[in-house]
C-alpha cells in the first residue's frame, strides 16, 4: 500500500515536473521564436528625438517655432526629482525594481480580464514596456505584441540605465495639445519650466499619458482633476510627498493655460510673418525639410526687431493710402449667420473661427469685428477681444464716406453716406481705433481693409547682405505669398544701372554723350516705337543726365552700342538674372525678376563693386550647439583676442569676389546719387546722409519700384496687383515707392548712420557741364556744373556723341524741341537727324517700358 501511495505521489510529481518543463519549453520557445526578428535594442542609446526648431532674431529673441511634433527635449539630469516620481507613480510604481516587466501586474491584468470576459482591458506595461511600444513596435493590443514587447524591455534594461529609459520615455509620450514630451507640455499647459512646477501641477502631466484627449483640461476638466488626486495619492502612497503636501496639493484648483489661468507661451512670440517663413523655405531646402522640422536647430536670424515694424508699416501705410484713394469697399468677404448673432458668447465664438488678418498694427491695432446692428446712420458692432463698455461700439457715418461698395456683379455702388450703404448685419470687417494726434485719446473706430493692391519691401546691410527687414505683403495671415522673395516681376527702369553700369566698363563715362531721339524697332510682333515717359526727345545727352531722369531713348541707344550679350553677362553676375535674354527691351527691365535679386545687386554698387551673398541667417546651431552653417566668412584675426586698445576696433580682411571696378561702382553711385538730388527721386527722397537709388516703372504703371541706398544700407519696394493691371494715371516709382523707403531709411540712417561715398585712388575729378557734358575749369561752378570721377591714366575724350546706329525712321515724328531750337546732326549711319541742342531739365520721367 506504501509502495502504491509512493508511485502515484511519483506520478503526480513527474506529472507535474513535465508538465512544468513543457510549460517552460513551450514559453521558452515562444520568446525564442518571437525574438529572433525583433528591431534592435541599440539604437535607442543613439536615439535624438524629433525637437522643435527655433529662430532668434539679432538681438537674441525669440521669433518664431518650427515642428511637427512640439518637442523640448530634457536630459534626465536635468529633470526635476519630482517630474519622475509623479509619472512612476501614475504609470510604473515599480519602475526601479522591475527588469522590464511587471509579473505581478501582467497577472493582475490576466485575473481583471478573465472576471470580464474580455471587456475590462487595463494595461500592465512597464515605461520600459511603454518605451519599446513608442519606439520599436506598433501600438496595437495584440498577445504578440506584448511578448515582443517583453523580450526588448528585458534587453534594453540589461543595455541602458533606468535614468536614460526614463529619459526616453519622458521626452517622447504624447501629453495632448500636440506636445510631446514633459518639457513641451509643462509650457504648453503652465507656461512654465519643468523646474517650477508644484506637486499638483506634475500630477497633471503624469494623468495625461493614459488618454489626452479623455482628459482635456476644458471639456473632462472634472476627469482630469480626479486623476490628478489619484497621481498625487499614489506619489503619497509611494512616500514621494508628504500627508501634509499630498492634502495641501490635492485641494488646489486645477489651473491651466487652457482655462485661461496661465498666458500662452505662443502670446508671447510675434505673429508667423514673411521673414520668418521665408527662413523655413530656405533652411527646409538647404538641410531638408526633415531636419528643419525635427531636428532641433537653433537659427540665429538676420533680422532687427526695431527696424521690421518700421518696414512693415512703411509698406502697409502707401498700400492703404492707395486703396483708400480709389474709393472702394470691399471689406473681408465673410460673414456670420444671424442665428449666432443672438448672444454675444455665440458671435464671439463664431468671429474667432474666422480665418481673417489678425497681425496688422497701422497705426494702432486692426481687429475682426462683426456688424450687429444697422442704424440709421450709424452700425453697431462687436470687436474681437474688446469687451462691451456699455454704450456699445459703433462705426459712424462720417467714417464711410470715403468709400463706394463693389457689387457682387463687380458694379460699383453710389457713395456712402451712412453705414449701411457699406455695411449688412452680419458682414465681418476689420476697425481699429481713430485717435488724436495731440494727446492719443480715443475719437471712433474706424474702418479698415486689406489692399488690393500688394507689394514687398526689402532692406540689407551693403556689405554684408544682412538682411535687416523684410515685408512680402500687406498681411501675412491674410497672403503667405511672399512677393519679396517670390514675386516674378518686371524691374522696369530700376535696372537701368546694370546697362550704364556694362558701359562704364566698356570705356564710356558719365560724360559720354548718347542721342535722345525717335527709335523704330522692327520686331515679330510689328514696329516697336519706344519712347520717354515723356512723350518728348531731348537731343544729345551726357549719361549721367540719362539715368538722372531716366530716358528710355537713350537707354536703348547705349545697350545697342555696348551690346546687349554684355548687358545681359552684368545682369546675371549680378545676380539678376539666371540668362538675360539678348532682346533690346530688356534694356528698359522687361524680363521679370524679384525685389530680394534686385535690392542685393544694388548693394554691389553701394559697397564699391563686391560680391554680397544675400541672407537671412546668420549662424546655424544644431541640438548639440555646433555650428552647421555660418554667413560671414570673412577673416578676423582680431576678433580672437581677449581685448583690443581703447578706440580701436577689429580689423576685418575681405575676401569676397570683386565684380565691378571700383571707379565703375563710384561713377554709377555718384549718377543715382543725382537721381536722388534732381532727377526722378527728387521730390520723394530727402535724407540727412548722401543717398543713390534709381526709380522704375513699368509700362502702363503695372510695377512701380524704388530702390535706393546709403553708404550702409540699400532698401527696395515694389508695388503693384498680385495679376498685373495698371495703377492709374500718374502711378510712378519714385511717387509710390519712394515715400516707403523715405519713412524706413529715416530711421534706419538714425540707427545705421551713414556718409559719403568712399571714392577709390584710382578717381580723377573733372567738372562738366551736365547738361551738355562739355568740360568746364577747375574753378567753375552753379547748379549745371558736376565734379565726376574719370580713371586715372584715362584723359577723357569730350564731344564724341553715340546714337547706336540706329536710322530715323521717315514715318517718325520730328524731335520735339525742349526749351530751345533744334540742330541737325549725322547719325553712326551717316543720315540726317534732326535733335535738339541740349537736355532740359524741365520735364521728369520716372522712367520704364514705353
Known amino acids: 500500500m506504501f509502495r502504491f501511495i509512493l508511485s502515484f505521489l511519483g506520478g503526480i510529481f513527474t506529472t507535474l515536473t513535465m508538465g512544468i518543463a513543457m510549460v517552460a519549453l513551450s514559453i521558452g520557445a515562444v520568446f525564442w521564436m518571437y525574438g529572433r526578428d525583433l528591431p534592435s535594442h541599440e539604437s535607442l542609446a543613439q536615439y535624438t528625438p524629433p525637437t522643435i526648431s527655433r529662430i532668434y532674431s539679432g538681438q537674441g529673441k525669440l521669433i518664431d517655432e518650427f515642428a511637427k511634433e512640439r518637442r523640448l527635449f530634457a536630459p534626465a539630469d536635468t529633470i526635476p526629482p519630482l517630474i519622475k516620481q509623479a509619472f512612476i507613480s501614475a504609470e510604473d510604481k515599480n519602475f526601479y525594481q522591475h527588469d522590464g516587466y511587471d ?81 513641451a507640455a509643462s509650457q504648453t499647459y503652465f507656461n512654465k519650466t519643468l523646474s517650477e512646477l508644484a506637486p499638483h501641477e506634475a500630477a497633471f502631466l503624469a494623468s495625461l499619458p493614459k488618454a489626452p484627449s479623455d482628459y482635456h483640461p476644458v471639456r473632462r476638466k472634472d476627469r482630469l482633476l480626479a486623476r490628478r488626486n489619484f497621481v498625487l495619492r499614489e506619489m503619497y502612497e509611494n512616500g514621494y510627498i508628504t500627508k501634509d503636501v499630498y492634502e495641501s496639493e490635492k ?31 530656405q533652411l527646409s531646402r538647404d538641410f531638408g525639410e526633415g531636419e528643419f522640422f525635427t531636428g532641433g536647430l537653433s537659427v540665429r536670424a538676420t533680422i532687427d526687431n526695431e527696424m521690421q515694424p518700421i518696414a512693415a508699416n512703411a509698406l502697409r501705410a502707401q498700400l492703404e493710402q492707395y486703396d483708400r484713394n480709389r474709393g472702394v469697399w470691399r471689406g473681408t468677404g465673410e460673414k456670420i449667420a444671424a442665428d449666432q448673432l443672438k448672444d454675444e458668447e455665440s458671435w464671439r465664438a463664431a468671429l474667432a473661427e474666422l480665418r481673417v488678418p489678425r497681425d496688422i ?18 452700425a453697431r458692432i462687436g470687436i474681437e477681444g474688446i469687451e462691451d463698455d456699455g454704450d456699445g461700439h459703433f462705426i459712424p457715418a462720417t467714417d464711410v464716406q470715403w468709400a463706394r461698395k463693389l457689387l457682387e456683379n463687380g458694379d460699383l455702388g453710389r457713395k456712402a453716406q451712412v453705414a449701411g450703404d457699406l455695411l449688412e448685419v452680419g458682414d465681418v470687417v476689420l476697425v481699429r481705433r481713430m485717435t488724436a494726434d495731440s494727446d492719443g485719446s480715443f475719437i471712433r473706430w474706424t474702418l479698415r481693409q486689406v489692399p488690393e493692391v500688394q507689394g514687398a519691401f526689402v532692406a540689407m546691410d551693403v556689405d554684408t547682405g544682412r538682411v535687416i527687414a523684410m515685408q ?3 498681411s501675412y495671415q491674410d497672403s503667405v505669398f511672399n512677393r519679396a522673395t517670390q514675386a516674378q516681376r518686371q524691374p522696369g527702369s530700376s535696372f537701368k544701372p546694370f546697362v550704364y553700369a556694362s558701359a562704364l566698363d566698356s570705356g564710356y563715362s558719365p560724360a559720354t554723350i548718347v542721342v535722345d531721339a525717335p527709335i523704330e524697332i522692327n520686331t515679330p510682333q510689328g514696329v516697336w516705337r519706344p519712347k520717354n515717359a515723356s512723350n518728348k526727345f531731348y537731343g544729345p545727352t551726357p549719361l549721367r543726365t540719362g539715368i538722372e531722369q531716366s530716358r528710355n531713348l537713350m ?27 539678348p532682346v533690346l527691351a530688356n534694356a528698359l527691365g522687361s524680363q521679370e525678376t524679384t525685389l530680394y535679386q534686385m535690392v542685393s545687386a544694388y548693394a554691389m554698387f ?28 570673412r577673416i578676423c584675426n582680431d576678433c580672437q583676442l581677449a581685448s583690443l586698445d581703447p578706440g580701436v576696433a577689429p580689423r576685418v580682411i575681405s575676401n569676397r569676389e570683386r565684380v565691378m571696378n571700383a571707379v565703375t561702382a563710384y561713377q554709377l553711385t555718384s549718377m543715382m546719387t543725382g537721381v536722388v538730388e534732381r532727377g526722378t527721386a527728387r521730390k520723394a527722397v530727402n535724407l540727412p546722409v548722401p543717398t543713390a537709388g534709381k526709380t522704375g516703372t513699368t ?21 503693384g496687383y498680385d495679376q498685373p493691371r495698371s495703377l492709374g494715371r500718374g502711378a510712378s516709382g519714385g511717387g509710390m515707392c519712394g515715400p516707403v523707403f523715405q519713412n524706413f531709411m529715416t530711421a534706419a540712417t538714425q540707427k545705421y548712420g551713414g556718409g559719403p561715398f568712399t571714392v577709390p585712388e584710382a578717381c580723377q575729378f573733372i567738372n562738366i557741364d551736365r547738361f551738355t557734358g562739355a568740360r568746364l575749369s577747375d574753378e567753375a561752378s552753379g547748379p549745371n556744373v558736376v565734379s565726376e570721377c574719370f580713371r586715372e591714366g584715362e584723359e577723357p575724350i569730350f564731344g564724341i556723341m553715340f546714337d547706336g546706329g540706329f536710322a530715323m525712321g521717315a514715318d517718325l515724328p520730328l524731335v520735339e524741341e525742349v526749351g530751345q531750337s533744334a540742330r541737325q546732326v549725322t547719325t553712326s549711319t551717316g543720315k540726317k537727324a534732326v535733335v535738339g541742342p541740349k537736355a532740359s531739365f524741365g520735364s521728369l520721367s520716372s522712367g520704364g517700358l514705353y
Open 103 to 183: 509579473l505581478r501586474g501582467i497577472a493582475a491584468a490576466g485575473i481583471d480580464a478573465v472576471r470580464s470576459g474580455g471587456r475590462d482591458l487595463r494595461g500592465a506595461s512597464t515605461i520600459t514596456q511603454q518605451v519599446m511600444k513608442n519606439f520599436l513596435l506598433s501600438g496595437d493590443r495584440r498577445a504578440e505584441r506584448k511578448i515582443k514587447e517583453i523580450i526588448l524591455a528585458a534587453r534594453v534594461e540589461e543595455a541602458l540605465s533606468k535614468e536614460k529609459i526614463l529619459e526616453l520615455y519622458l521626452n517622447e509620450i504624447f501629453l495632448g495639445q500636440n506636445s510631446y514630451g514633459v518639457a
Open 251 to 281: 485641494a488646489q484648483p486645477l489651473r491651466s493655460v487652457q482655462n485661461g489661468d496661465f498666458q500662452s507661451f505662443s502670446a508671447e512670440l510675434p505673429p508667423r510673418d514673411y521673414f520668418t517663413d521665408e527662413i523655413r523655405r
Open 361 to 378: 498694427d497701422l497705426e494702432s491695432q486692426w481687429y475682426p469685428a462683426v456688424v450687429l446692428e444697422i442704424g440709421a446712420n450709424d
Open 472 to 474: 512680402g505683403g500687406f
Open 555 to 581: 537707354t536703348i541707344r547705349l545697350a545697342q552700342e555696348v551690346g546687349m550679350d554684355v548687358v545681359g553677362s552684368y545682369a546675371e553676375r549680378f545676380g539678376v538674372y539666371d540668362d538675360l535674354s
Open 606 to 633: 553701394a559697397n564699391g563693386g563686391e560680391r554680397v551673398q544675400p541672407t537671412l541667417v546668420d549662424r546655424v546651431q544644431d541640438r548639440y550647439g555646433r555650428t552647421v552653417y555660418k554667413h560671414d566668412d
Open 699 to 719: 509700362n502702363d504703371a503695372k510695377d512701380v519700384w524704388f530702390i535706393g541706398f546709403t553708404s550702409n544700407i540699400v532698401a527696395g519696394c515694389y508695388i
